[in-house]
């Protein structure tokens, strides 16, 4: 079983910036691909960043050109960097890995506040 844990979130202005953190217990090396994906209370979780084994992302229209979405295979770790941060981007935020045999694994999730 895959395990990770995201850390990074917190409260921060409109405009500003954080960075996520999501630490796999294995090599990175090992996912199809990592997602961050987020939810609000009373609604579906949402796609926000996808980055595959070759290392393409693709992200969600509402954050693209403000987050991004990169691999540190050292540290076992996938990154969400959010910049120009909005209150709509308040959420919590979870890491997805898919292993290359299929192995679906969640993160607990790291709450991200934005005030106006």
């Known amino acids: 079983q895959v395990h990770l844990v995201e850390s990074g979130g917190g409260l921060v202005q409109a405009g500003g910036s954080l960075r996520l953190s999501c630490v796999a217990s294995?090599?990175?090396?090992?996912?199809?691909?990592v997602d961050w994906y987020r939810q609000t209370p009373g609604k579906q979780r949402e796609f926000v960043a996808h980055?595959?084994?070759?290392?393409?992302?693709n992200y969600a229209d509402p954050v693209k050109g403000r987050f991004t979405i990169a691999k540190d295979y050292v540290k076992r770790t996938v990154y969400l960097q959010m910049s120009q941060l909005k209150p709509e981007d308040t959420a919590v935020y979870y890491c997805?890995?898919?292993?290359?045999?299929?192995?679906?694994?969640w993160g607990q999730g790291t709450q991200v506040t934005v005030s106006s």
């Open positions: 997805r890995m898919v292993t290359a045999t299929s192995i679906e694994s």
């Open positions: 294995v090599s990175i090396a090992s996912a199809n691909f």
């Open positions: 980055i595959a084994n070759d290392d393409s992302t």
